[in-house]
């Protein structure tokens, strides 16, 4: 009897966070949150990040970077941040390297347990994903995407940053397919593949200074696209301050 309620109650937690990932909103972001959690000014520096979910309540998953990955060591830090997130209703992602298959597999799945024993994030983010057609390549991300889930983390996302050849299509849940500086997506290259469901899909242009200059192309993509994140951060790290439109472009996903 114990076991039967303990499943039923798995399942409920599998549904639900399943329908956190994208079921219950047309579109969501994924938004990579790679600046140091700290207090400036009186305020928690991803502070921004959570008003802006509470204002528009659209699925929002943040990925975290400790240090190229969860790091060897806890950061109590991140301990709080990571929950202040979850307590507010955002869902994390951890950052792993893949270096395009050539991070070696055992190092990859060390990341994820040290994700999981250091600071439990909801799922995986797997960057430098390859894109080459190489059936090894393939089998890389599923083993990697299996290993996650057998760790109960329930999402995987993978960012080659580009186009992906199909063969990949089932080797993680989500893809970034776009990830460029100053210049929005064009139609044809998110939209291809848009017989897929659009949560498979997600592009995070940088360097976009107005998004008043993008409001259409946004609109656009959500037609075939189920994450979407802009900003107007640069540089070698474009992913160290959140944008100052960012409420403008919750708006514009929750339409």
């Not at 549904?15 to 990932?21: G, I, N, R, S, V």
């Not at 270096?99 to 994030?121: C, G, H, I």
């Not at 186009?163 to 998110?190: C, Q, R």
Request: glycine share 6%.
């Amino acid at each position: 009897m114990f076991y039967g309620i303990w499943m039923v109650f798995a399942v409920a937690i599998l549904f639900f966070t399943k329908l956190a990932y994208g079921e219950t909103c047309e579109t969501g972001t994924i938004v990579p949150l790679y600046l140091y959690p700290e207090i400036k000014n009186g305020v928690h520096n991803w502070q921004p990040l959570i008003d802006a979910y509470s204002n528009y309540s659209i699925p929002v998953w943040a990925i975290v970077n400790v240090h190229n990955g969860p790091g060897l060591q806890l950061d109590a830090n991140y301990v709080h941040a990571i929950n202040l997130l979850k307590a507010n209703g955002i869902h994390t992602l951890g950052y792993v390297l893949t270096n395009y298959t050539r991070r070696a597999m055992s190092l990859a799945k060390q990341d994820v347990d040290n994700w999981k024993t250091f600071y439990e994030p909801e799922g995986i983010f797997f960057d430098e994903m390859s894109n080459v057609r190489d059936e090894n390549n393939v089998n890389y991300y599923k083993e990697l995407d299996s290993y996650a889930k057998g760790k109960r983390f329930n999402v995987t996302v993978g960012n080659p940053g580009t186009a992906i050849d199909l063969a990949y299509v089932d080797a993680v849940d989500t893809i970034m397919i776009y990830e460029s500086s100053g210049k929005f997506p064009h139609f044809s290259e998110y939209c291809a593949n848009a017989n897929y469901p659009k949560k498979k899909w997600g592009i995070f242009p940088y360097n976009l200074q107005s998004i008043a200059d993008i409001r259409e192309s946004i609109l656009a993509a959500k037609n075939c696209v189920g994450f979407i994140y802009v900003t107007d951060d640069f540089g070698d790290n474009p992913w160290d301050t959140l944008p100052a439109y960012l409420n403008e472009l919750f708006s514009l996903l929750k339409i």
